[in-house]
């Protein structure tokens, strides 16, 4: 499916982008959870999403909003 933004790539490079995009400030007030804003670090994200199905929803529904975004302010 080329026209899908999450094909062939994973949890930590959508996070990565995220956070290179947004900053961890702005990423835990988009999406409130507290891996994002008390201490928060790539591993122990990751380690919380992939135990989390919702959590990785909101982050991947986010990440689909973000290359959408950029991929047309391009």
């Not at 499916?1 to 702005?26: A, C, F, S």
């Not at 507290?34 to 122990?44: E, G, L, Q």
């Amino acid at each position: 499916m080329p026209n899908d933004p999450l094909h062939g790539i994973t949890l930590e490079k959508i996070l990565t982008r995220l956070v290179e995009y947004y900053g961890w400030e702005q990423l835990g007030r988009i999406i409130n959870i507290r891996c994002f804003n008390n201490d928060p670090s790539i591993k122990s994200s990751l380690t919380f999403l992939r135990r989390t199905p919702w959590a990785r929803k909101k982050v991947e529904d986010l990440y689909v909003r973000y290359v959408r975004k950029t991929e047309s302010a391009s």
